[in-house]
C-alpha cells in the first residue's frame, strides 16, 4: 500500500472551500492532508466546510486572535494518537504545530511563523522582534524533532516554513537576499533543522530549480512562475527508503501556495 501526505497553505480554510477545495480532496484523496494558514476556529465553520466523511479531521487554531494562523491535519486512516502543540506556549497559543501517529510514523502539520517583509509598516525593533521569534521557533522545532527521533519515531514533517532554503528554491535569490524568507539566518537555521535527521523529500527526486509553491499575489507572478519554494515534507533519513515519488502540485487553485505531495510505502509504520 501507498501511503500518500499531501500538505497545503490554504490561505484560509473557509476561503478555500469556497473556491474548491473539497472538490481537490474528492479528486485527490490523499490519505493525509496537513493544512496550515487555516485562520479559523472549527465551530465558525460551515457545514458545508469538512472534508469527506470518510476522513477524521483534527484541528489546532490560534488562541491569540480569530483569523489568524492555525493548522489541521485531515486523515482517512484513523491515527492511533494526536498531539497538539510543541511544548512550549508562546508558539503553541499561534496554532503552529499539530501532529498525527499511525504506528511508528509521526505525521506534523507545522506553520513556522513569517519574518517581515519589505513593505512592512512596522518599526525596525517590531521587525527584529518578529525574526526572532521566527528563528527561535525553528531551534523549538529542532528539539522536537529530536526527542521524536530519540523515541525511535519517523517523522513527516510537513507544511509552511516561510523559507527558501537554496537559491534554487526562488526565482529571483539576488533580489531577494535581505529579504525575510531568504535572509543568511533563515536559511542556517533550516540547515541547523535538517542536521536534526531530516531531509527534504521533494529534493530526493527533483535536482533543477524553477519549482515553487508560493507566489505573491501580484499580477502575473503566478503567470509567470516568479515564485518561492516555502512548503515542505522533511522526513526523518530513515523514510528515505519508503519515498516513492514527491511532487507539487502548482495548478491547483484555491490559494497563493499550492499542495505539495509525497508517497510513502504504507510499512514505514511499522518498520523499525
Same mark, same amino acid.
Given at each position: 500500500m501507498t501511503l500518500t501526505i499531501a500538505t497545503w497553505? !490554504?490561505?484560509?480554510?473557509?476561503?478555500?472551500?469556497?473556491?474548491?477545495?473539497?472538490?481537490?480532496?474528492?479528486r485527490n484523496k490523499p490519505h493525509v492532508l496537513c493544512l496550515q494558514e487555516i485562520r479559523v476556529d472549527?465551530?465558525?465553520?460551515?457545514?458545508?466546510?469538512?472534508?469527506?466523511?470518510d476522513y477524521y479531521e483534527f484541528y489546532a487554531p490560534s488562541r491569540v486572535r480569530k483569523g489568524y494562523s492555525g493548522v489541521a491535519v485531515y486523515s482517512r486512516?484513523?491515527?492511533?494518537?494526536?498531539?497538539?502543540?510543541?511544548?512550549?506556549?508562546q508558539f503553541d497559543r499561534e496554532g503552529r504545530l499539530l501532529r498525527v501517529d499511525f504506528g511508528l510514523l509521526?505525521? !506534523?502539520?507545522?506553520?513556522?511563523?513569517?519574518?517581515y517583509s519589505p513593505d512592512d509598516s512596522r518599526n525596525d525593533s517590531t521587525k527584529v522582534e518578529r525574526l526572532?521569534?521566527?528563528?527561535?521557533?525553528? &531551534?523549538?522545532?529542532?528539539?522536537?524533532?529530536?526527542?521524536l527521533h530519540r523515541s525511535e519515531r519517523h517523522v513527516v514533517l510537513s507544511g509552511d516554513f516561510n523559507t527558501a532554503h537554496r537559491e534554487i528554491d526562488l526565482?529571483?535569490?539576488?533580489?531577494?537576499?535581505?529579504?525575510?524568507?531568504?535572509?543568511?539566518?533563515?536559511?542556517?537555521?533550516? &540547515?541547523?533543522? /535538517?542536521?536534526?535527521?531530516?531531509? &527534504?523529500?521533494?529534493?530526493?527526486?527533483?535536482?533543477?530549480?524553477?519549482?515553487?509553491t508560493w507566489w505573491s499575489q501580484r499580477r502575473g507572478a503566478r503567470e509567470r512562475n516568479?515564485?518561492?519554494?516555502? &512548503?515542505?515534507? /522533511?522526513?526523518?533519513?530513515?523514510?528515505?527508503p519508503f519515498l516513492q515519488n514527491a511532487y507539487i502540485?502548482?495548478?491547483?487553485?484555491?490559494?497563493?501556495?499550492c499542495p505539495v505531495v509525497i508517497e510513502l510505502d504504507a510499512r514505514a509504520m511499522t518498520s523499525t
Open positions: 497553505n !490554504v490561505n484560509g480554510l473557509r476561503s478555500a472551500y469556497r473556491k474548491g477545495f473539497r472538490s481537490y480532496i474528492e472549527p465551530d465558525q465553520l460551515d457545514d458545508a466546510m469538512h472534508p469527506p466523511p486512516v484513523k491515527p492511533d494518537a494526536v498531539f497538539e502543540g510543541i511544548g512550549s506556549e509521526s505525521v !506534523v502539520s507545522v506553520y513556522c511563523p513569517k519574518g526572532q521569534y521566527k528563528l527561535a521557533f525553528y &531551534d523549538e522545532l529542532g528539539r522536537y524533532v529530536r526527542r526565482a529571483r535569490p539576488k533580489e531577494n537576499e535581505r529579504t525575510s524568507g531568504f535572509l543568511p539566518e533563515e536559511r542556517v537555521a533550516f &540547515d541547523r533543522l /535538517l542536521t536534526t535527521g531530516l531531509v &527534504d523529500a521533494f529534493r530526493v527526486f527533483v535536482h533543477e530549480g524553477g519549482h515553487y516568479i515564485g518561492w519554494r516555502i &512548503d515542505y515534507h /522533511l522526513v526523518s533519513e530513515s523514510l528515505v502540485q502548482p495548478e491547483v487553485g484555491g490559494s497563493d501556495h
